[in-house]
């Protein structure tokens, strides 16, 4: 070892560092505490938000999903209406014939089918380019939506799933008609995707996929077993898309085609280009804008707005995702900046020991 | 059966003509146009209100519907395809999906949500009987139209001056410019026929696919799976995937109803397993 | 019995043959160089022995296993770690990050999906130790990308030698590097364990013969001559067709 003595002497310090660095990055910063103590709020805050309040929870654990896989991962996929649909006929079916009555399990249920298929479908998505991956995602979508509609006797086909029957959560709480308990089961069951998700992220598994997403190449060279983690991403990213299939299945007691449908991948990837991909909020904060932008326009244009859709999607990429990100990122910056002196002002000590503020 | 099998050659004929003008857009600039239906859909909808509204005779309505989509086509591609050209394909496929969402509710808005059906000219109504075989003269024509259109473009191809600047831009799109081949106006050109051919497969196939707002969002994956399966370094290649497709199409839901469009889904995942660049594509094809 | 050994090893691209019959013997805690001139093979010999590309014929051994038809992650586990001619790295990622990430997949916690990077001591004092042997201490939080490229270069060989290799292939480690920091990446270079064997393809003439013990010369794809640097640097073919060349240009 050519370590000189004055290093040496500096190596279990250095070390301690180190160590204490990496265990920082993996808390909460004060900005993430906020968000959710909102958006926990928005309980109490907003009571006649909630149908529109619930649809947006479902679209963030939905973009979410698509976030690992692309802004982590680096999969361009259309096909993420693939899983999101296989759950959300499950979790109607079982429903409708009394399989399996309590919610819950239901869709955990629902989560583990999404995920079992696309663990099948993995391996069709790890070859080719990004044209190929864009043809099979979207095929099997599409491919999908075509059986649900030839067995129509089963799923109702265009009329939808008729007849689902909701039982309530825990024997207790009912899926009532003003959407509280609803949107309250969908946030909860958000926030708990979320955090595993977030779990994954920090971890040496999601460190080794940002790594295969910069350069594979190198990631193989290093030792690490490329295909089965995109595989094992993909799956998990199924699973967590079928929760939210689901949970829309649960809540509206009623599923029908358009869950595999083009539009419903479109929205979705415009969704994570609003809010940015890469740093889990993203989906979550593309929901929230784009939900409260789609009720807006609606109200302009009610039968057109996919109109205004169509022209965002085309100033987006005119103007260029990237400059689009940097603001975003800069509104972020400023964000935590305020955050940070925010917390400084209410907590100086913790302050003092080195902010754990993402991103700074 | 031959009945199936000569309506799966007219289908698959039209799918050709449908899809050839992005197997080129793709090959050549490898660029990814989801938007390639909606110039179909023009082609369609100008059709319709040439012949149907104003009078003029299905002969001519059809050319001026390629005409028509070509110049749109060449005015998309100068104001702003252009801009997109060296985005990823992320970009590519989020730009073109917005406008197809753009274009289906301009339709939708201008003309309408129901099916329009184009006045053909009673001449072209029925079928001929041959051996047994109906044939209908509608389709015959398509067949007719389609057939000559793919010979007058395989010759454009290989033996105009044009026709070799292109396929060298294909091949190797820097060495081709350092050739001095001006492969931006190639692009703007092949473009423009690309989605004029488009336009006249709208036209001519209003009858048999449907002609509504969603045209382009139904028939994407038909036009993406063409390309995929036929690879994009040559006319050949698209041709016997669209004629593929389209006998596997028509024979699946005739002798398979309940499944008969997931016919084509499986074979384009199978021969995506199987060979990732496309049926026919060389190998060392991007 | 060698540590690395390829038999009759061959490569065809279509027409060409990248190489041809290489028999190459790599013994265990060798300085063993690899040179040729432009074009030779050099490259193509080390994807193939890594697995990036698969041979046409032949054999690998790697500790007396064969392993040609091992896939590159899998290679990298029995043993072999090595680094590209042009740079590969994680260019989002800090020299920490990336680093740790080698280590993490090494001692088998790469795949942990619960817990925290850095929540285990073993590997974080791995880290900094492989941190400091490759002086990158004052750099190992920015991002790769902005690193200058002296220290990319380190930051290439930490990658590979993080690995904790038994045989380290080496692909031109001082190309490009600006002459002010060769000697940072030439000591290091130098300091490198002995039980760790290191096959080094290199041009620059000075760098092989003060490192290596042991000189093989790829000319068109084939060994043309492998010996002691004494006999190599004597021996009059290999002055002209490699050497020579060197001189009189």
């Known amino acids: 070892m050519d370590t000189t003595t004055a290093t040496a002497s500096q190596t279990p310090v250095l070390a301690a560092d180190v160590a204490a660095y990496l265990k920082r990055r993996g808390r909460w910063s004060p900005l993430e505490i906020a968000f959710w103590i909102f958006a926990f709020a928005s309980i109490w805050l907003f009571p006649d938000k909630y149908l529109i309040l619930k649809d947006t929870a479902i679209l963030a654990l939905f973009a979410l999903s698509l976030d690992l896989i692309l802004g982590y991962a680096g999969i361009i996929s259309l096909g993420q209406a693939a899983f999101f649909g296989v759950a959300g006929y499950f979790s109607g079916l079982v429903a409708k014939y009394g399989i399996i009555d309590e919610p819950i399990i239901a869709l955990v249920c629902s989560g583990l089918v999404a995920a079992a298929f696309g663990f099948v479908t993995s391996f069709l998505v790890l070859r080719g380019s990004d044209l190929t991956r864009l043809m099979v995602t979207l095929g099997v979508s599409l491919m999908l939506g075509e059986i649900a509609n030839r067995y129509a006797n089963i799923t109702g086909g265009a009329d939808g799933l008729q007849g689902v029957d909701i039982a309530p959560i825990l024997g207790r709480w009912n899926f009532d008609l003003y959407g509280h308990n609803g949107y309250v089961y969908c946030l909860i069951v958000l926030f708990v995707c979320f955090v595993i998700a977030r779990r994954i992220v920090y971890s040496p598994f999601g460190l080794s996929l940002r790594a295969v997403k910069g350069n594979a190449l190198r990631a193989a060279a290093i030792g690490i077993p490329v295909k089965w983690r995109l595989v094992a991403i993909y799956t998990i990213a199924a699973g967590f898309a079928g929760i939210a299939g689901g949970l829309l299945t649960q809540t509206t007691a009623f599923c029908s085609l358009d869950v595999f449908s083009l539009d419903r991948s479109a929205d979705l990837l415009l969704v994570l280009i609003i809010g940015g991909t890469g740093y889990l909020y993203g989906g979550l904060i593309g929901a929230v804008i784009y939900k409260f932008l789609q009720d807006w326009l609606a109200t302009l244009t009610p039968q057109y707005w996919q109109f205004w859709i169509g022209l965002v999607l085309v100033v987006i990429v005119l103007v260029g995702r990237e400059r689009v990100e940097g603001w975003i990122a800069a509104a972020r910056g400023s964000l935590v900046r305020l955050g940070g002196r925010a917390w400084t002002r209410i907590r100086p000590r913790s302050a003092a020991l080195g902010g754990a503020i993402d991103g700074s | 059966m031959l009945t199936i099998l000569f309506d799966g050659v007219a289908y698959g004929m039209l799918l050709f003509v449908l899809a050839c003008g992005l197997s080129v857009t793709l090959g050549l600039m490898n660029f990814i146009n989801l938007a390639h239906g909606s110039f179909a859909m023009a082609g369609g909808y100008c059709t319709v209100i040439l012949v149907n509204r104003l009078g003029v005779p299905f002969v001519l309505g059809v050319p001026l519907a390629f005409l028509v989509t070509a110049l749109l086509g060449g005015l998309f591609e100068r104001t702003l395809y252009v801009h997109v050209y060296a985005r990823s394909h992320l970009d590519q496929v989020l730009f073109t999906i917005g406008l197809v969402f753009m274009s289906v509710a301009a339709v939708d808005y201008t003309m309408g949500s129901s099916q329009r059906f184009v006045q053909i000219p009673d001449a072209l109504q029925g079928q001929f009987d041959v051996f047994g075989v109906g044939m209908g003269k509608y389709r015959l024509l398509i067949i007719a139209v389609c057939g000559l259109l793919t010979i007058a473009l395989q010759l454009i191809l290989a033996k105009t001056r044009f026709g070799s600047r292109l396929r060298a831009a294909v091949d190797d799109q820097r060495v081709a410019r350092g050739l001095g081949i001006n492969v931006g106006a190639v692009f703007g050109i092949t473009f423009a026929v690309g989605s004029g051919l488009a336009g006249l497969g709208g036209a001519l196939g209003a009858e048999i696919l449907g002609l509504d707002p969603t045209f382009p969002l139904r028939y994407m994956i038909y036009f993406l799976i063409v390309v995929t399966v036929g690879g994009t370094s040559s006319i050949v290649g698209p041709f016997l995937a669209s004629i593929l497709l389209g006998i596997a199409d028509v024979a699946g839901k005739y002798y398979v109803p309940t499944l008969g469009a997931f016919v084509i889904y499986a074979i384009m995942i199978v021969v995506l397993i199987w060979r990732p660049q496309g049926l026919f594509a060389r190998a060392t094809a991007r | ?249």
């Open chain 3, 1 to 249: 019995m060698p540590i690395l050994e390829t038999i009759g090893l061959e490569k065809r691209f279509g027409g060409i043959l990248a190489a041809q019959n290489v028999n190459l013997a790599v013994e265990k805690g060798a300085r063993h160089a690899l040179i040729g001139p432009n074009g030779a093979g050099k490259t193509t010999v080390i994807n193939l022995l890594t697995g990036v590309l698969k041979p046409t014929a032949g054999r690998i051994m790697l500790e007396g296993r064969d392993i040609t038809d091992a896939a590159p992650h899998q290679r990298v586990r029995l043993g072999m770690a090595r680094t590209f001619q042009i740079n590969q790295l994680f260019l989002d990622l800090t020299p920490l990050e990336s680093i740790g990430l080698v280590v993490s997949e090494r001692l088998g916690t790469g795949a942990d999906w619960w817990r925290v990077v850095g929540s285990k001591s073993v590997v974080t004092d791995e880290i900094v130790e492989v941190v400091e042997r490759f002086r990158l201490t004052d750099v190992m939080h920015e991002r790769a990308a902005t690193l200058p490229y002296g220290k990319q270069r380190l930051l290439e060989i930490a990658l590979a030698f993080a690995c904790r290799p038994r045989v380290l292939l080496l692909d031109e480690p001082a190309a490009g590097v600006p002459e002010a920091e060769r000697h940072e990446l030439l000591a290091t270079i130098e300091a490198l364990p002995a039980e760790v064997t290191v096959l080094l393809i290199e041009h620059d003439m000075d760098l092989v013969f003060s490192f290596a013990d042991r000189i093989s010369v790829l000319v068109n794809g084939t060994l043309f001559v492998d010996g002691a640097p004494e006999d190599v640097a004597r021996d009059p073919r290999v002055k002209a067709v490699y050497l020579g060349e060197e001189l009189d240009a």
